[in-house]
């Protein structure tokens, strides 16, 4: 008796029949009692490494032009604080609820989180000569959790909608 490997649909690697998703790419599929593949279930989003790049590229445009509109003096500028905690925000809950990839999704949100963080309080210190105080941590912060509550929020409705979507087929 010939031995037969199934593979994913999606990326062709080996799966295990007892499982309902592909180890390796996240995608889900239903298998037949004979352990045929009968339906491949689509993802809802997109799914590729130009995305991911399109989310970062809005993340980096938006976090510069609010710098155009900072008051360096002063800080929380009306229209940067606009562009960082409403525009950004919105621009990353829209993409990550739409974005499909699976492993590490929550990591890059947390990853992109610090950075703003960092870089955030960073360029305010360069600005009082590195005297840090709690307002500018404080400050950074707060445009950082604003980023990061927005890709969980995605997250979470990117995961809702699949749900919902598999849930009919």
């Known amino acids: 008796m010939k031995a037969t490997i199934h593979k994913c649909p999606s990326c062709s690697a080996p ?25 491949n279930i689509k993802d809802f989003g997109a799914k590729s490494n130009w995305f991911f790049g399109l989310i970062l590229f809005g993340v980096v ?20 604080v606009i562009i960082w905690l409403v525009i950004l925000p919105i621009w990353i809950l829209t993409v990550t609820s739409v974005w499909a990839n699976k492993w590490g999704a929550i ?48 997250r979470l409705i990117h995961y809702l909608i699949k749900k919902s979507r598999n849930k009919n087929l």
């Open 61 to 80: 445009t938006f976090y510069i032009l609010g710098w155009f509109f900072e008051d360096t003096n002063y800080w929380l500028n009306d229209k940067a």
């Open 15 to 39: 799966i295990n029949l007892e499982a309902k998703e592909c180890e390796f790419c996240g995608a889900e599929f239903l298998i037949s009692d004979k352990g045929k593949i009968i339906k």
């Open 107 to 154: 990591l890059y949100g947390v990853i992109i989180s610090l950075l703003i963080f960092i870089s955030h309080t960073i360029i305010m210190g360069y600005y009082r000569n590195w005297h840090f105080n709690d307002d500018y941590f404080g400050i950074s912060g707060m445009f950082a959790g604003g980023v990061l509550g927005a890709w969980l929020t995605g």
